[in-house]
C-alpha cells in the first residue's frame, strides 16, 4: 500500500485525467446574481476580471472563502463544484445547498458584494473523440458538478441518457441540470421509492444492455457509486468515473484529510481527493476499509 506522498501529478496522469494546476490562483470575485432555486438550493452567479470560462473545466472546483458574519466567522475555504462558466470569460457559477457554517454565510451575500475564490482545482471528467454514448446518473446536488460535462457532450454531439436522483419531484432541477442539453432523462425518487438501490441498478442494467454507451459518470452518492461499481463489472467496454465529494480542509492537497483508498488492480493506494481528484475511475474507488 502506497501513501499519497507518491501519488501527485504522476498519479492523475497515470489516470488519464487532464488538469491545469498551473493555472490555479485566487480571484477577487464580484457576486452579480445570487438566488434561491427551490427550497433546498441556491444559485451565484460570480464575476472576475481573469479568464475563469476559459481556464475552468467540467468536474473542477473552486474553494469559496465565505463571508464571516456576527454570528459566524467561517475559517477554512469551502469546496464547490463549478456548475457552469462564461458567456462572459470571468463569469462562473455555483450551486449550492446550505447545510452548515459556511454555506450559511454565504447564503448571506448580497448581489454587488465581493468574495474571494481559489482555483480551478482538481482533474476534470475525460471526454473523448470518440464517444459516441455516455450515461450519467446524479444524485442531489452532484448534478452541479455534472452540468458542465453535459454541455460539453452536447456541443460535442455525445448522445447523452440521463438518471436523475431525488428526494422528491420538487427537488429534481431537470432544468438546471440539461440547461437546454437534448437527452434521454430518466427521473427517480425517494418520495416513491423509485431511487432505492433496487430500481436504480435494474433500470441502469436496462440502460447499458439497451444500448452501447462508451462511458458512465457520476457524482454526489456513495450509494450509487458502489451501485454502478457492481453493475461496470457486467459492462467491460464501457469506461466509468465518479466526481468524489470528500470532507476537505486545504484543497491543495497538503492537509491530507480527504485521502481515500483506491485500487487500480495492481496496487492499493491512498490519493487526495482534492489533488488527486475530484474524479477517479469508479472501478478503482475501494468502497469500505476494513481495519484489522
Ligand atoms: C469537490 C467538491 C465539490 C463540491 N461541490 C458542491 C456543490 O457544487 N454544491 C454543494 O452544495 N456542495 C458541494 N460540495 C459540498 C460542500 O463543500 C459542503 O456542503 C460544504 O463544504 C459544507 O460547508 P458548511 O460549512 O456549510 O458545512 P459544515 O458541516 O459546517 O462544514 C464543516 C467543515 O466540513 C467540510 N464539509 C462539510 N461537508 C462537506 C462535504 N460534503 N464535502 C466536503 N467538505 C465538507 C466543510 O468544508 C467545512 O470545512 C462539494 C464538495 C467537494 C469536496
Known sequence: MTLPASCGEASSAACGFPRNAAQVASHRCRVVEHRQVNARYRYLRLSADADLAGTTRPGQFYQLKCPAVEAAQPFLLRPMSVYGTGPEAGTIEFLYNVTGLGTGTLATLDVGSTMDIVGPLGNTFELRPE????????????????????????????????VMSARSPQDLMRDEFLRGAEADVHCVFDSDGSSAVEPVEALVRRL?????????????????????????????????????????????????????????????????????????????????????
Open 131 to 162: 464517444d459516441q454514448g455516455l450515461l450519467v446518473v446524479a444524485r442531489g446536488v452532484g448534478l452541479a458538478t455534472m452540468a458542465p460535462l453535459l454541455r460539453q457532450a452536447a456541443q460535442a454531439g455525445v448522445a447523452i441518457t440521463a
Open 208 to 292: 447499458l444492455s439497451a444500448r452501447h454507451h462508451d462511458a458512465v459518470f457520476t457524482c454526489g452518492s456513495h450509494r450509487l457509486l458502489l451501485l454502478l461499481q457492481r453493475v461496470l463489472q457486467d459492462f467491460p467496454a464501457t469506461r466509468g468515473d465518479v466526481a468524489m465529494e470528500q470532507r476537505m480542509a486545504c484543497g491543495m492537497g497538503v492537509c491530507l484529510s480527504c485521502v481515500r483508498l483506491f485500487d487500480d488492480g495492481q496496487d492499493k493506494r491512498f490519493l487526495r481527493v482534492c489533488r488527486d481528484g475530484p474524479v477517479f475511475p469508479i472501478r478503482h474507488v475501494v468502497g469500505e476499509v476494513e481495519f484489522g
